[in-house]
């Protein structure tokens, strides 16, 4: 790997860590509270809210300034975010604007991959990068959970996270959110030094209408794509059950299990534990032209899903949700190393992430305010579990049959877009 990818690495690293220890933070701050369950379920689509609504304009933003450029911007942003949920404005609308700064950092991170490595590493490089984040995405969740616990909540009051200024923070998930400050601080000093690619800058669309239809143009393209479309549709599904699954693990652990948010967090790690495994071997053991075989193992992690429900027993628990966990990741890299690829072929770097973050969030969105209505409703997180199992594996069943649809009626044109695939591993 390029010496750049590392710095790509340590950016990425660091960002997630903060991201998903303040959704933890988030979660605390709710419940000190007092809202209702729903409010906390709701942050996981309002988290999602602005990679869907900028969709069209973040991927041309991306494509328009060099990529570590666009990062440092994307951090600031989250910085601000931080900043608003820690002098008092609500948390729901606080984590909108934080994932206002991840929708513009997502097509910056990935599609500099397409533009420094290799066709050939595209797998690879998804693979760490991906088993990176999910290690991030583990720490980060037991780091949140850690700030607001009984140990280090109190020490962090404690002391002065913010030298000379008056925070007025008198809670542990506000200091937590102090601290976290910083992480982004951290990640913004590595996008500085992130290296300045030979891909030529993309010029931004005249008006905010052209980039719409620019936008619509390039997601019709990716979705008319044989391969295209069944690589973004796998995805889709997997980011937006795995985007709810953060917090569903949190309500069914405390509806199992009786875990508080620091107890129910380190089984959101667990699940990511698996999923970091799986998508280090995948990225040892799969190809892009192989990577529709994993089709298969999206039915049963919907099963899996389903089999939560069974569960009240924490040794039971963690290797069962390593597992699925690792069916994930395993599922997920190749897949995504190949929508990446013919998104390459087929438009900038920058539209096409921008593409698949749409519809992903779009996803997460959906199933995430599915989920919040149905906690409003009244139904346990034992019923939304069964529910999101069923689409899950329903789903996944149907992309399988559309891929086989493919094979039968359109094989010369996906015979030929594999042997690309093949000739570029090379």
Not at 266 to 286: C, D, K, N, P, Q
Not at 312 to 317: G, L, P, R, S, T
Not at 325 to 333: C, D, E, S, T
Not at 335 to 343: E, K, T
Request: proline share 4%; glycine share 10%.
């Amino acid at each position: 790997m390029k010496k750049g990818f590392y710095t790509i690495m340590s950016a990425q690293f660091f960002s997630s860590l903060a991201d998903n220890a303040l959704f933890v933070a988030a979660v605390e701050l709710l419940i000190l509270s007092g809202t209702e369950e729903w409010q906390r379920a709701a942050l996981v689509p309002m988290f999602a809210l602005f990679y869907v609504v900028l969709a069209p304009f973040v991927g041309a933003f991306a494509d328009f300034l060099p990529k570590g450029k666009v990062m440092f911007v994307s951090n600031s942003i989250k910085v601000a975010g931080c900043l608003m949920m820690l002098f008092g404005t609500h948390p729901l609308m606080s984590f909108a604007i934080v994932g206002l700064g991840a929708a513009a950092y997502s097509p910056a991170k990935y599609g500099i991959l397409t533009e420094l490595l290799p066709p050939s590493q595209l797998v690879k490089a998804n693979g760490w990068i991906e088993g990176l984040t999910i290690g991030s995405i583990i720490l980060g969740v037991l780091l949140g959970g850690q700030l607001v616990g009984p140990v280090l909540g109190p020490w962090l009051l404690s002391i002065d996270l913010l030298p000379g200024v008056d925070t007025g923070i008198t809670t542990a998930p506000q200091a937590a959110i102090g601290a976290i400050i910083w992480l982004y601080a951290i990640a913004a000093i590595f996008n500085l030094f992130i290296p300045r690619t030979s891909a030529t800058l993309q010029p931004m669309p005249a008006s905010p209408l052209e980039m719409v239809r620019d936008f619509r143009t390039c997601n019709r393209r990716l979705w008319r794509d044989r391969l295209g479309q069944i690589s973004l549709s796998t995805t889709t599904l997997f980011w937006g059950v795995s985007g709810n699954l953060r917090y569903i693990v949190l309500a069914w652990a405390a509806a199992a299990l009786g875990y508080t948010t620091t107890q129910a967090s380190s089984l959101v790690g667990v699940v990511a534990v698996g999923t970091a495994v799986g998508a280090v071997v995948a990225s040892i053991y799969m190809r892009l032209d192989l990577a529709t075989r994993v089709i298969p193992l999206g039915i049963a992690m919907g099963v899996l899903v389903i089999g939560m429900n069974f569960i009240d027993n924490v040794w039971v628990a963690a290797p069962f949700l390593i597992l699925l966990g690792g069916l994930g990741g395993f599922l997920v890299v190749p897949m995504n190393a190949l929508l990446q690829h013919r998104g390459h072929n087929l438009m900038g770097a920058g539209r096409s992430i921008a593409v698949q973050n749409f519809n992903e969030q779009a996803c997460i969105l959906g199933l995430g305010g599915f989920y919040a209505a149905m906690t409003k409703l009244g139904l346990s997180a034992f019923g939304a579990i069964t529910a999101f199992g069923l689409v899950v594996a329903g789903t996944m069943w149907v992309i399988g049959r559309w891929h086989a649809h493919n094979l039968r009626h359109h094989a010369e044109e996906v015979e030929h877009l594999l042997e690309i695939a093949r000739s570029d591993r090379h």
